[in-house]
């Protein structure tokens, strides 16, 4: 399973998660802040190479 470091800009609150909730932090902004967060806020997580 795919997963990816979530690091807000504006708070700093880092998460780690799974590609739905990637998906429902690019729409909802994040948790924690509120702020809006673009796919630049996500880093793969994935050990095992890149995945796309
Ligand atoms: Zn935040």
Redesign the pocket.
């Known amino acids: 399973m795919a997963t990816y470091r979530f690091t ?6 880092a998460v780690t998660v799974d590609a739905g909730a990637r998906e429902r932090l690019l729409e909802a ?7 809006g ?1 673009g796919t630049a806020a996500f880093t793969s997580a994935n050990t095992f190479g890149t995945s796309v």
């Open positions: 807000c800009p504006e708070c700093g609150a902004g994040c948790a924690v802040c509120g702020a967060v």
